[in-house]
Nanobody, 129 residues
Framework: QVQLVESGGRGVQAGGSLRLSCVSSGRSFSGYAMAWFRQAPGKEREFVAASSWRRSITNYADSVKGRFTLSTDNAANTLYLEMNSLKPEDTAVYYC??????????????????????WGQGTRVTVSS
């Protein structure tokens, strides 16, 4: 069983930076495809960034490309989302999600919520103008 706990969310001024963390308790992230999603107030949850389980491919939503970076520390069982040049429209609850990878999916990333098995509880980011 994979249990995910996010942290790092807080209030920040526009143009600022934050790093979100997602720690796995229970088992290693090794072999898991990973992603970040977010849900803004009154909106549907949306895809932010994803990585294949081999970490060979990373994909970003157009709205965050060039500003956000997904990274992992497998030894620490931690997934990160580095967020720079934050905008008020980045205000949302951010969720990490993982799913087991397979040999045939080593270069596959997943952008759909339904494709992930395990989710964290979310961490809130508020960007003020």
């Amino acid at each position: 069983q994979v249990q995910l706990v996010e942290s790092g969310g807080r209030g920040v001024q526009a143009g600022g930076s934050l790093r979100l963390s997602c720690v796995s308790s229970g088992r290693s992230f090794s072999g898991y495809a990973m992603a970040w999603f977010r849900q803004a107030p009154g909106k549907e949850r949306e895809f932010v960034a994803a990585s294949s389980w081999r970490r060979s491919i990373t994909n970003y939503a157009d709205s965050v490309k060039g500003r956000f970076t997904l990274s992992t520390d497998n030894a620490a069982n931690t997934l990160y989302l580095e967020m720079n040049s934050l905008k008020p429209e980045d205000t949302a609850v951010y969720y990490c999600a993982v799913r087991p990878g397979t040999l045939s999916s080593d270069s596959t990333y997943y952008t759909g919520q339904n494709e992930y098995n395990y989710w964290g509880q979310g961490t809130r980011v508020t960007v003020s103008s």
